[in-house]
């Protein structure tokens, strides 16, 4: 993850991948779009009930 990253790849896989890829999110995306997907997350699940804390880092 961190080589894809560091190349300026993304980091993709057909599922099954939320919690390996959390650490690297904020590296691959940025703190703008880490807020972005928060806010989405929020808006379309206000209570945090579909997948808690798999994608998004705390």
């Known amino acids: 993850m961190g080589a894809t990253v560091e190349c300026g790849a993304g980091i993709s896989h057909p599922h099954g991948i939320g919690r390996v890829r959390r650490p690297w999110m904020a590296d691959e995306h940025g703190d703008a779009g880490v807020d972005v997907l ?21």
């Open 38 to 58: 928060r806010a989405v997350k929020a808006a379309l699940d206000p209570d945090n009930l579909m997948n808690p804390g798999v994608l998004i880092p705390d």
